[in-house]
């Protein structure tokens, strides 16, 4: 039996695996598609150089017809990225990964702040309203208060929830987590209030636990699984959200670099960085899927 | 108040549809010795920095927003039927096939495909052109989150009593899918619908803000939101905020019309 459970759960983990190779070798063959039929791509200027020999004109141009090829440009593109070669910006002439280099860290400290911002607001929140709702009328006014704020803050666009947040004196991480709040508290206090129904919540109630022990023990631990899945795609709705917050708050991350090169149809950038944003997410939907399949098993 | 907002949306879709006949103004007049006016009898929200009257900008931004966002939303949700109609003639693997490439397309970040798409597009298109296109984008990049819906809704019926008395009877597999499954996936089509307007409003708002949404002069909600940038503007007048307002209270709408176990729509 314990055997049986251990072989499911490999299974599992394997096909979710599997799946992480697909979707990284499916977002590259999108990629090297779209950087191969962009505007200008095969257009050597070294070959309009009258001081170069036919012979080499002829050497270049044999270069560029190999590259014709989708399927022989894919390969050779994946060949590259595995080495780290990125590629080269078209609009300022430097290695996509110089520039990745250069505002990774800017990215990383905005994103983890934003994230870890959001979801210590959500998860107080969460638990806060849980124990206040189940004790007195104001405490369901704040339910709803709160359901109410955080529905307002969706139906916003992010961007203009980013300007918001810069023009009352927010940081980048400020405008990130208020962007995130609205979107992990709606799904985490669904979660939780469906847990804090359960029947073994009401005995422990009836038994006279803290609130404290009950929203901790017994309605936070069971729906660990749910809230791994949330952080997973929490960290894609991040990487959706840092492009308006740090291009309207002036902020030098990656999300600046890629809106720039979509400003300047800098196809080589924003196709790899979409590439490296997609890896990132899928990682993490990886790693939330597989603590949740070990959760579950 | 699901009905409110039923009446709300219908009432926001009227003043859009008749824009010509409602705005004082054509949405690229300038009244180049008022710039930057507040509200006025003439100007009933003022007019932006170019001197041109926000509210008839704003007609004919509600005009183009929506009436092309929930074109973008049918275009994506038509996709998905089509989509879960071939999984039933092809078979499972069809819908494997189309589950794995959702799930690809649903791992990428919506705005960075967005703006990936968007930098394609040439730079002397059309500001008209390029708001169809905007939209037009918005809907085949979507169709992955309502495909998954309707295939998996398509699948179940497959299996239900009824499609099984029906290709007992000798019904064969496109006439199933056309005939008997397509009225039962119309309700779930709606509500996806529903669920995807707002969404391409908000992207759009989103593109647009960033500056590869509709181009000038032709206004959009989200091109209209491009005020809000400056906080000059907004603290000198506040009718700045009126896209905003108007943009947060349709897709509330939309929301609540969803949100009803029955559409009320």
């Known amino acids: ?297 | 108040m699901r009905r409110a907002a039923a009446a709300l949306l219908i009432l926001a879709f009227l003043a859009a549809a008749m824009a010509n006949f409602l705005a004082p103004y054509p949405y690229s007049e300038q009244f180049r010795d008022l710039p930057d006016a507040s509200a006025s009898r003439s100007h009933l929200l003022g007019t932006d920095e170019l001197g041109r009257d926000r509210f008839s900008r704003l007609l004919y931004g509600a005009r183009l927003s929506l009436l092309m966002a929930p074109a973008a939303a049918l275009l994506s949700v038509g996709l998905a039927i089509l989509i879960a109609l071939a999984g039933v003639v092809a078979g499972p693997w069809w819908e494997h096939g189309t589950r794995a490439v959702a799930n690809l397309f649903l791992s990428m970040p919506w705005i960075f495909l967005l703006l990936v798409a968007r930098s394609l597009m040439p730079l002397n298109t059309a500001p008209a052109a390029v708001g169809v296109i905007t939209f037009a984008l918005l809907g085949l990049l979507g169709w992955a989150e309502p495909s998954r819906v309707m295939v998996a809704a398509a699948t179940r019926y497959l299996r239900s009593d009824f499609a099984l008395m029906a290709q007992a009877s000798g019904c064969g597999r496109l006439r199933l899918a056309v005939v008997h499954l397509v009225p039962n996936l119309v309700p779930l089509a709606m509500a996806q619908f529903l669920i995807a307007t707002p969404t391409f409003l908000l992207a759009e708002a989103n593109l647009a803000l960033l500056g590869l949404g509709v181009p000038e002069p032709l206004p959009s909600w989200g091109s209209l939101l491009r005020e809000l940038e400056s906080l000059g503007a907004i603290s000198a007048n506040v009718w700045t905020l009126a896209p905003a307002v108007l943009l947060l209270l349709v897709v509330s709408c939309f929301h609540l019309a969803v949100s009803s176990d029955k559409c009320v729509l």
């Open chain 1, 1 to 297: 039996m314990h055997n049986e459970r251990r072989r499911s759960l490999l299974v599992a983990l394997l096909q979710h695996a599997g799946w992480l190779i697909f979707t990284l070798l499916g977002g590259g063959l999108i990629s090297s598609a779209l950087v191969r039929h962009a505007p200008g791509f095969g257009a050597d200027e070294r070959m309009l150089n009258p001081l170069l020999s036919r012979n080499s004109i002829q050497v270049l141009a044999g270069r560029q017809a190999q590259q014709s090829n989708v399927a022989t440009y894919y390969v050779g593109y994946l060949r590259r990225l595995f080495h780290g070669d990125l590629g080269v910006s078209v609009s300022v002439g430097r290695p996509v990964k110089d520039l990745l280099a250069e505002r990774i860290g800017v990215s990383l400290r905005t994103a983890s702040a934003g994230l870890a911002l959001a979801w210590a607001m959500a998860l107080a929140m969460v638990v806060v309203l849980e124990i206040v709702r189940r004790r007195s009328v104001l405490g369901l006014w704040c339910d709803r208060a709160f359901t109410t704020v955080t529905g307002a803050l969706l139906c916003l666009p992010i961007a203009v929830l980013a300007i918001g947040c810069f023009y009352f004196g927010g940081t980048p991480p400020l405008a990130l987590a208020a962007i995130l709040f609205a979107r992990v508290f709606r799904y985490m206090s669904s979660v939780v209030r469906q847990a804090a129904g359960a029947s073994h919540v009401l005995t422990a109630h009836a038994m006279g636990e803290s609130a404290l022990r009950i929203a901790g023990w017994h309605v936070i631990r069971p729906v660990l699984p749910e809230l791994a899945a949330l952080a997973g795609v929490s960290i894609s709705l991040m990487a959706g959200a840092l492009i308006p917050v740090e291009a309207l708050c002036d902020s030098p991350g990656v999300g600046q670099l890629v809106w720039e090169a979509a400003l300047a149809r800098d196809l080589p950038v924003v196709v790899n960085i979409t590439l490296l944003i997609t890896a990132l997410t899928v990682v993490a939907n990886f790693f939330a899927d597989a603590f949740r399949t070990m959760e579950e098993a």
